[in-house]
Structure formats: C-alpha cells, structure tokens
C-alpha cells in the first residue's frame, strides 16, 4: 500500500513569508503527526490531529498551526517566516488508537529561509 | 517531564561485528517504544515497536528489548552490514499524549566493508 507523502519536498522561502505544507497518511489512518528536525535540536514535535481535532500541541509559537481534513490529509502553516524555521518537516501517520500503532514517516519536506 | 537519551552519538565497527544500540528514558510510565532508521537527508523508516506490556521485539537480524523499570532499550544487531550505515533513532510514546513521540538525539553508526 502507498506510504505517507508529502509536498512539496522542497521549498526556499524568505523571511516573513509564509508557508503552508501538506501530508497525506496511509489510507485508514486518522492520526497526522508533525514534527520539525534540526541539527541542533533533533525531532520536535509539533502537533497531532486525530479525526480532524488537534490532540496535542508542542511547545512551538503560534506561528505554527496545523489543520485535518475529512480525508485525514493535513497541512502545516507557518506564517511570518524566520531564518530559525529552515528544518526538515516531518509528518506520521498511525491508526492512533493503541499502543501497538506504529508510526509511519513521510520523506519530509526541507524548508529553506533566506 | 520525559528525556530520551542514545548513546553513543556516533558508532564506527568493521562489517560482520554484532552491535548494541543504547537508548534510556527518565519516566517509566511510557505507551511504547519505537526504534527508526533515517538515512542522511530521508523520513524515517521504522524497525521495531515494543509496547509497554512486551520486552522484545525482533526483526530479521534486528532485536529490540525493554526495561521499563530501568527506563532502557537496546536495539541489538547482528552481523552487521554497510548497508545499515544510518543514523538510528529510539522514541517512547506516554500515556495521554495521542501519538506524541519523543525522540533520543539518535546514533550515527558507520558499519565499514
């Protein structure tokens, strides 16, 4: 069965810009995972949306939101763009129920902010 | 507040060696335990999950275990090959947090011909 995708898998923004990403899960999951990948700071989670209600949220600003659709695809926005936003994104997607649920990573989408 | 910590950061050994992996956790009381795989500049590619009711997992040449009590995972793997040259990764999953992972800050390993 097809994996998670992501798009676009590249993108060169400029500061203040912003940016909306886009994740779509495994056919029947319902929970979409972003997390956020630096050299600096590892794998961050950002927020989890399980049948269109985000579940949980990390510690990042307000600048970063998220939202589901019916289908389970989401997107990531990231308004007013800074340099410190260049990362690799990361979405997963699970059934999102049971502690046997793996988690299934896209390819990621590297952001770039000049 | 829950801590993942891998060590090593970077692990270098000649092909054929069996190695172990080491991942430990500051709170117990976790939903699971995942170990991953990326590759440079990849998504992650998952290899073992453990539930907290279990204390192996295995997969081909790869061997997970558990120890919740202790807060530690090995990865165990055999006969290892340069094709498993990649960063590996362990996350734990907590009660109440959906599908919220948190991540060690990975091992690099280099498995040499």
């Known amino acids: 069965k097809a994996g998670v995708t992501q798009t676009p898998r590249y993108l060169i923004k400029t500061r203040g810009q912003q940016v909306t990403l886009s994740c779509s899960p495994i056919?029947?999951?319902?929970?979409v995972s972003w997390y956020q990948q630096t050299p600096g700071q590892g794998l961050q989670f950002l927020f989890e949306?399980?049948?269109?209600?985000?579940?949980n949220k990390g510690n990042f600003p307000g600048r970063f939101s998220g939202r589901q659709f019916s289908n389970s695809r989401s997107e990531m926005n990231v308004s007013t763009l800074e340099l410190g936003d260049s990362a690799l994104y990361l979405c997963?997607?699970?059934?999102?129920?049971?502690?046997?649920?793996?988690?299934?990573f896209g390819p990621g989408t590297r952001l770039t902010v000049l | 507040k829950q801590e993942v910590t891998q060590i090593p950061a970077a692990l270098s050994v000649p092909e054929g060696e069996n190695l172990v992996l080491n991942c430990s956790f500051t709170?117990?009381?976790?939903?699971?335990l995942q170990w991953f795989r990326q590759d440079p500049g990849k998504g992650l590619t998952s290899l073992l999950l453990?539930?907290?009711?279990?204390r192996e997992q295995t997969s081909g040449r790869l061997n997970a275990s558990l120890d919740k009590s202790s807060g530690r995972s090995t990865l165990y793997i055999a006969a290892s090959q340069p094709g498993d040259s990649a960063t590996y990764l362990c996350?734990?999953?907590?009660?109440?947090?959906?599908?919220?992972?948190?991540f060690g800050q990975g091992t690099e390993l280099s498995v040499k011909p």
């Open positions: 997963a997607s699970s059934f999102g129920g049971r502690d046997s649920d793996t988690q299934y």
């Open positions: 056919s029947g999951h319902r929970s």
């Open positions: 949306y399980f049948s269109e209600t985000q579940r």
């Open positions: 709170d117990s009381a976790i939903y699971n």
């Open positions: 453990i539930q907290s009711s279990q």
């Open positions: 996350a734990v999953g907590t009660y109440n947090q959906g599908g919220k992972l948190i």
